[in-house]
């Protein structure tokens, strides 16, 4: 029997994050999630007059394909997977698994042909552009585990999360954006060396209330393109390509990233070459979750960590464009709360935030206490 909480988070993602209407399809696309939830999205969309349509896949078997595959394998995946995303208004991607380094043994060469065939093709090119569309990862022990908690712990964590009152916080997001959509020069200080300067002048500011990413709680824009300069030393563990790194700290100059280190540095400057533009940023954000309070190694929960920002070499997003393109978008993550040393977030030349805390009054209705 699905537990309650996760056929009232179902019917969440149909009906607010996707808003799905009458007679529009909806493809919902499953990674080893357990069928009972993927039974009720299918029928909350049914509820609603959509029409679902799902793929199941496992991780297992895509790091098998990953593996062995070849260009035209590739190219002819990427192909029947765009045509069904093109043929849909919405989509939800539910992802789980039960070994968060699958990747980790993937060749980087053979993951630079999937990032470039079907993440480019049929996500970056179709999904993210043309459709409503939420991902979300489903819980797991090793989440647990990776979190530092039992797993029951972890599940109420979970549930109270991903459910929490996002109309609420879209209210309170709202001074936030009016204030980022008109500011031209961002300081940041934080642990360690961190001290980072850029232009965040006439890019949009986007916020993130459940809409888009479960669980949610985010307000990004991008820097203009050639104005970061200085350090920042992120406090966040991080995977990417199936390789933790902890301790990644990049230097600027004129927005490029001139040195990056960190426990993994081959693997870092590894991804960081991909491309022309994965050496430069295309998302910045501030992110405040109440629920989310530490780290626990995956990104969907860690860039919406209460106190904390994350900066992001590789693609930009349309909705924030700063005209950077890259095959990459690697969330990092820095902590600015006291248990890691506090920080400060300057908007010309005004604190809007201290150790963590909004200290704008207009702002202070996205400190934790008061949006849960």
Known sequence: MLDPRADKLARM????????????????????????FVAALVHHAAAAGGHPLVLLKSNQITRALMRVGRRPQWDLIARVEKLQMQNVQCYIGARGSSNIS????????KQKLYEATVW????????????????????????????????????????NVCTLDYARMSRAMQPLKRLMQRTDRVHLLGPADTDLTFSIKNIPAIPCDGRVNIPDGEMFTAPVRDSVNGVIRFNCPTIYRGATHNDVRLQFKNGRVVHATSTASDKLNEVLDTDAGARYV???????????????????FDEKIAGSIHFTPGNCY?????????AIHWDLVMRQTPDVGGGEIWFDDKLIRKSGRFVLRELRGLNPENLK
């Open 120 to 159: 480019k093709k049929v996500h970056t090119d179709v999904r993210i552009r043309k459709t409503r569309w939420c991902v979300l990862r489903w819980p797991h022990p090793s989440m647990a585990q990776m979190a530092e908690m039992s797993t029951e712990a972890f599940e109420d964590f979970y549930f």
């Open 282 to 300: 295309g998302e910045f954000a501030i992110g405040f979750n109440p629920y989310c309070v530490k780290p626990m190694k995956d990104i969907l």
């Open 318 to 326: 349309d909705e924030a464009n700063n005209g950077n393109k890259s």
């Open 13 to 36: 993602l149909i009906r607010y994050s996707c808003a799905l209407k009458k007679g529009e399809k909806i493809l919902i696309e499953a990674i080893d999630v357990p069928h009972e």
């Open 102 to 109: 699958e990747m980790s043994d993937v060749p980087a060469q």
